[in-house]
């Protein structure tokens, strides 16, 4: 499996015009020739609000998830899967008004929807007081390979790497078994953070069994 890393310039609540954007640079990797999956960053499809908060009317997760329809539909001609980040509405009973997404799209059909796990609530992070934490790692399968997705921090979490962890849990140690493992993230856009770069890198390698 080959991967188009797509990175672009989201506006936040502009479904339309973030969308056009997915599509156009999904179309630019089907037209490589081969079965590239393009990846953009988590919150792609919705952009990337002030400290994380979400709009807090549920007609926006819902135009979220009809974005998501159209996002399907639009690419349904293209030889090529499309993974990206969104906020979608939380259920009900979750108590939170959403959750921080990451959809897979293939062939014009949802493949996947993975919803992030460990939601920081520290500097200047909020997560835990508006999105609903996933409940399980999924697992699906893409050209053959077993395919999971993590979210920014769900990647954040190895005990043989930080010295003082935050969660209890590690959802990349309970997939590490799965021959394809994305992580979808918006870390790096952080700004004025010296050695950032070198510090994910490291660490994701730490992360890869030898």
Known sequence: MKIALAQINPTVGDFTGNLDKIVA?????????????????????C??????????????WLAAAAAVDELAAATRDLPTAVLTGVALAAERQSGKPAVNAAVLLDGGRLLL????QLLPFYDVFDEQRYFAPSRSQLVVELDGVRLAITICEDAWNDKNFWQQRLYT???????MRQPGLLCISTSLRRPYWHGKRALRRQMLSANCPP
């Open 113 to 116: 929807e993975q919803h992030k």
């Open 47 to 60: 952009g990337y609000p002030h400290r994380r908060l979400p709009g807090k009317s549920r007609a926006s």
């Open 169 to 175: 849990v590690d959802p990349v140690e309970e997939l």
């Open 25 to 45: 640079a999904s179309r630019r990797a089907a037209a490589m020739g081969r079965r590239d999956s393009p990846s953009f960053l988590s919150w792609s499809l």
